[in-house]
């Protein structure tokens, strides 16, 4: 005996709903505010925090520059963003260091 069709689901109208956008990291935080929450976030023990920031502050900046500023190879950089790193205090001081001089530079 065939198989009987089966209508399928009506398609859920999309009028009237805004449409989607895109995120973009980086392109709407500020370095004061990106310095503020590294901070915040070494203080309060949130290494998943930080380790979102250091990814925004790559997102933001030019990965050549920062390496360059801080000494720090490409691959130590992204390294530091992963879940289950553990960067060294030395590390993050150089991170810091290259925020206070990007901050510096854009108040002057």
């Not at 209508?7 to 895109?22: I, V």
């Not at 960067?87 to 290259?98: C, Q, R």
């Amino acid at each position: 005996m065939p198989r009987k069709k089966i209508s399928k689901k009506p398609a859920r109208s999309s009028k009237g709903k805004p449409l989607r956008q895109d995120y973009k990291p980086g392109t709407d935080v500020s370095i004061v505010g990106l310095k503020e929450a590294i901070i915040e976030a070494l203080f309060e023990t949130d290494f998943d925090t930080f380790k979102g920031c250091i990814a925004l502050l790559l997102d933001k900046c030019d990965y050549k520059e920062i390496t360059k500023k801080t000494g720090l190879s490409r691959s130590t950089l992204y390294r530091m963003c992963e879940p289950d790193s553990n960067p060294t205090l030395e590390n993050i001081s150089k991170v810091l260091s290259f925020i206070n001089h990007l901050d510096a530079k854009t108040a002057a």
